[in-house]
């Protein structure tokens, strides 16, 4: 630890002597939350996928404003032949899913987006689950999916 963070914690602690014990729990909680943690791309990438699956498994059929505030996400539902206002990630997981030689096999993903986001792909077959019938794209914020693990 740096000089800095040592006098810093000797500065809030003479501060705090005089502080409840709930409020000094309170404090060193928030401490901890602040402390910098390493984690690697494919914790973040399973995260994600974690994240992704849930969130889907919570949408179902609609996309509601409560679900994207809920879990700070962007979720679409895009048709084969609808590919209006997808970005480029989007577009080409879309044409990799379409030429799949067999949909039955189709399974979730995800794709990182620049370095802010992670997008979870999820195809949903038709009824007799021989085509593909739509996409749910879920746009999730890193920090996000970061700050869950």
Not at 46 to 73: H, P, Q, V, W
Not at 93 to 106: C, T
Not at 119 to 141: C, E, H, T, W
């Amino acid at each position: 630890m740096n000089k800095l963070g040592v006098l810093l914690m000797f500065f809030i602690w003479g501060c705090n002597a005089g502080l409840p014990e709930e409020q000094r729990k309170a404090l060193r909680e928030e401490m901890e939350n602040r402390e910098v943690k390493k984690v690697s791309e494919h914790e973040i990438f399973r995260k994600a996928l974690e994240m992704g699956k849930a969130i889907a498994a919570e949408t179902g059929d609609t996309i509601t404003n409560r679900i994207m505030e809920k879990y700070n996400a962007e979720i679409k539902m895009v048709h084969l032949a609808d590919s209006l206002g997808l970005d480029e990630t989007e577009l080409k997981v879309l044409k990799a899913y379409s030429y799949a030689p067999d949909p039955g096999e189709l399974e979730d993903n995800i794709q990182k987006q620049g370095e802010k986001y992670l997008i979870y792909s999820k195809p949903v077959l038709n009824a007799a689950g021989d085509s593909l019938q739509k996409l749910i794209f879920i746009r999730i914020p890193r920090k996000e999916v970061v700050l869950s693990l």
